[in-house]
């Protein structure tokens, strides 16, 4: 089974800085969405004035009166039951708090049950809509943002949501008590002072474009949540177990044990009808099963039990989406075009001695053979990953220009002498090319780094063995990861595979207890503060955070800080080009692979609006947009040979 994306974030919009996930067609997009960009980024800063929504750059798309956002279909059916399977890659949950960084969450469960103050749309490069806030006045020196409440803005348990609350949700989400990827997801975040029951203003550390919206992501939670019955409060990080008093259009109906949890539209959810929800949250039940592997999830999906499934593996894809529910009309596959690419590579964590030199990382990039995979495993479904912005006009190519140069030098006598010259290509074994070629450059790497071949083993200086452990959590990664274990055994390095429960294995992640592991850093469609989250010197200490490979390079700080600080097109495209030539050049994982196409597997019993999002998680797509469909729809359109649908 190969797999394109590991999800190990919460997939609510608040978890990726400046837009949801980018799904769009980067072959067929990828001109507009510059050009959109250029226009975007080239305005200036408007005063201050209240409005209901907002955009990072230039004006939102969206009129004061809109009725519903494009992608998203009033007129369909707000009724019916979706079964889902496995969501983030979860095989099983403990948690009924998706904030912590102990344990698992509940399937979708931030999705489901938080709003947040305002509403990302889905095809634009960064606005926001009103959601629990009904309007927000930015500063005209962008150092605050003052939000007001939705007077009929309330709680699942009809408690009215003030600004208490709000300051509330933000005070814990910034507390030690909180997982560390919020405390760094808010951070652009000083302090939040309530002006009155109904306004809050968030003051920020430094005027950023992305600030406003960022505060716009805050998931607002009552502060009864876990409270027991004497009225007393546990600390946040002990909240696991109880049901949140939250904010968003689901509540919890049933929970069977730690591999199934149904959700049930909150008839009394107070957003409904608004603009930015019109349309959204069609399914009045929403059923999660988890499985152990992707091939019984597949297996539960043709014969009718699960409705819909995503799939990340080519093969099968290519291969095993097929039998009676195919042949009579009751499945069906779809293709849609994907977006700006994430980055999926092997991770290498810097933390382990025998990964610091720059020497010894390039050549494990090297005994990476996709070509051969793409070829004999993959149906050429994939493409190579070359950039951490692939697909999108922030990814470096060829040579630098003058701005990345001018951002670059300071630095030059620290950084390999690659970043200076045309953009590197991944490693090729196509001819005349081989991997027996890149091997055989990969062994003199190694030997300058001190590493050299003795005693049946790949050896430093004090005779120690280079011992690899890549921990998975994925049955079938086995078939991607062998033969590159072979082509590191070929240089006398000894890997191995070890493959663990979900559960552990996101336990080692958060701890940095692993040597290398496949990961996915998700696009967004501006780069931003998660620049800060990946890459940044402070985030490789943090327990939980996404810089899962050490990464503490005063260049890159330098890169991301002129992103931040970036007011133009030109400025934004040449910070982020000039760290997408770091990164890539110093080798801090193994590029993989992506995907130009979202593969959907869905029953004919389910539809989805004409309008697709440009930006989008597929999960969330499916659980947020689609329906299903009309009962005469179904009687005119089901085969007669066809199984019942009903669920």
């Known amino acids: 089974?190969?797999?394109?994306?590991?999800?190990?974030?919460?997939?609510?919009?608040?978890?990726?800085?400046?837009?949801?996930?980018?799904?769009?067609?980067?072959?067929?997009?990828?001109?507009?969405?510059a050009a959109a960009l250029l226009g975007a980024l080239s305005l200036a800063v408007t005063p201050a004035h209240a409005a209901s929504a907002i955009a990072q750059y230039d004006q939102p798309k969206y009129p004061a009166n809109f009725t519903h956002f494009d992608y998203a279909d009033p007129d369909a059916p707000a009724n019916g039951y979706l079964s889902f399977e496995n969501h983030d890659e979860l095989q099983s949950y403990d948690s009924l708090n998706p904030f912590l960084v102990r344990g698992a969450p509940a399937p979708d469960i931030a999705n489901l049950m938080f709003d947040t103050l305002m509403q990302r749309s889905w095809d634009e490069l960064a606005s926001e809509y009103a959601l629990i806030a009904d309007?927000?006045?930015?500063?005209?020196?962008?150092?605050?943002?003052?939000?007001?409440?939705?007077?009929?803005?309330?709680?699942?348990?009809?408690?009215?949501?003030?600004?208490?609350?709000?300051?509330?949700?933000?005070?814990?989400?910034?507390?030690?008590?909180?997982?560390?990827?919020?405390?760094?997801?808010?951070?652009?975040?000083?302090?939040?002072?309530?002006?009155?029951?109904?306004?809050?203003?968030?003051?920020?550390?430094?005027?950023?474009?992305?600030?406003?919206?960022?505060?716009?992501?805050?998931?607002?939670?009552?502060?009864?949540?876990?409270?027991?019955?004497?009225?007393?409060?546990?600390?946040?990080?002990?909240?696991?177990?109880?049901?949140?008093?939250?904010?968003?259009?689901?509540?919890?109906?049933?929970?069977?044990?730690?591999?199934?949890?149904?959700?049930?539209?909150?008839?009394?959810?107070?957003?409904?009808?608004?603009?930015?929800?019109?349309?959204?949250?069609r399914f009045e039940r929403i059923r999660f099963k988890l499985y152990v592997d992707q091939y019984t999830q597949l297996e539960a999906f043709k014969a009718g039990d699960a409705d819909v499934k995503v799939e990340y593996s080519a093969t099968q894809w290519a291969r095993k989406y097929v039998g009676k529910n195919f042949d009579n009309g009751l499945l069906k596959q779809v293709n849609v075009p994907d977006g700006p690419a994430q980055m999926q590579g092997l991770l290498i964590n810097l933390r382990k001695p025998m990964f610091?030199?720059?020497?010894?990382?390039?050549?494990?990039?090297?005994?990476?053979?996709?070509?051969?995979?793409?070829?004999?495993?993959?149906?050429?479904?994939?493409?190579?990953?070359?950039?951490?912005?692939?697909a999108s006009p922030f990814g470096a190519k060829g040579m630098p220009g003058p701005k990345e140069l001018a951002l670059l030098d300071p630095f030059k006598a620290s950084l390999p002498a690659e970043v200076f010259g045309p953009m590197t290509m991944q490693p090729n074994t196509l001819p005349?090319?081989?991997?027996?070629?890149?091997?055989?450059?990969?062994?003199?790497?190694?030997?300058?780094?001190?590493?050299?071949?003795?005693?049946?083993?790949?050896?430093?200086?004090?005779?120690?063995?280079?011992?690899?452990?890549?921990?998975?959590?994925?049955?079938?990664?086995?078939?991607?990861?062998?033969?590159?274990?072979?082509?590191?055994?070929?240089?006398?390095?000894?890997?191995?595979?070890?493959?663990?429960?979900?559960?552990?294995?996101?336990?080692?992640?958060?701890?940095?207890e692993y040597d290398m592991t496949t990961y996915i850093y998700n696009p967004v469609t501006i780069p931003g503060a998660e620049l800060e989250r990946r890459f940044g010197s402070a985030a490789a200490s943090q327990i939980g955070s996404e810089n899962y490979p050490g990464i503490k390079s005063k260049a890159v700080d330098a890169m991301v800080r002129a992103a931040l600080a970036a007011n133009t097109l030109d400025d934004l495209e040449a910070a982020t080009r000039a760290l997408d030539r770091i990164l890539i050049n110093e080798y801090y994982l193994v590029p993989e692979y992506y995907a130009p196409n979202t593969r959907i597997g869905y029953k004919?019993?389910?539809?989805?609006?004409?309008?697709?999002?440009?930006?989008?998680?597929?999960?969330?797509?499916?659980?947020?947009?689609?329906?299903?469909?009309?009962?005469?729809?179904?009687?005119?359109?089901?085969?007669?040979?066809?199984?019942?649908?009903?669920?």
Request: with cysteine; glycine share 4%; aromatic share 10%.
């Open 1 to 33: 089974m190969m797999r394109l994306v590991k999800f190990r974030l919460p997939r609510a919009a608040w978890t990726i800085s400046c837009a949801s996930a980018t799904r769009q067609a980067a072959t067929r997009a990828a001109p507009a969405f």
């Open 135 to 281: 309007d927000v006045e930015v500063a005209p020196d962008q150092t605050s943002a003052t939000f007001h409440i939705n007077p009929a803005a309330r709680f699942s348990n009809g408690d009215p949501i003030t600004a208490d609350d709000v300051k509330y949700s933000l005070d814990t989400l910034k507390s030690p008590q909180a997982s560390p990827l919020l405390n760094s997801q808010f951070a652009i975040i000083k302090s939040a002072t309530v002006l009155n029951k109904s306004t809050i203003r968030f003051d920020f550390v430094h005027p950023e474009r992305d600030a406003p919206l960022i505060a716009g992501d805050l998931p607002v939670f009552s502060p009864k949540w876990g409270m027991t019955a004497d009225g007393k409060r546990p600390p946040f990080d002990q909240i696991s177990t109880a049901a949140p008093i939250a904010s968003g259009p689901y509540l919890i109906a049933q929970r069977k044990n730690d591999k199934d949890i149904e959700y049930v539209r909150n008839p009394d959810y107070w957003a409904a009808n608004l603009p930015t929800r019109r349309g959204m949250y």
């Open 356 to 390: 610091q030199d720059v020497r010894v990382r390039h050549a494990l990039t090297l005994a990476f053979d996709y070509d051969w995979m793409n070829r004999m495993m993959f149906y050429g479904q994939y493409v190579r990953t070359n950039s951490y912005f692939d």
């Open 432 to 512: 005349p090319n081989s991997l027996r070629s890149n091997l055989r450059q990969a062994r003199d790497l190694l030997a300058q780094a001190g590493w050299h071949y003795r005693d049946g083993a790949l050896r430093d200086a004090n005779g120690t063995p280079m011992n690899i452990e890549i921990i998975d959590d994925q049955p079938g990664m086995d078939r991607l990861l062998l033969p590159y274990m072979q082509a590191l055994g070929m240089l006398g390095i000894q890997a191995h595979m070890r493959e663990i429960d979900s559960a552990l294995y996101q336990k080692r992640l958060d701890n940095f």
């Open 604 to 647: 004919t019993t389910l539809a989805y609006p004409k309008v697709i999002p440009t930006t989008y998680q597929a999960e969330d797509w499916i659980i947020d947009y689609w329906y299903k469909k009309p009962q005469a729809a179904l009687s005119a359109a089901t085969p007669v040979s066809a199984p019942s649908a009903a669920n």
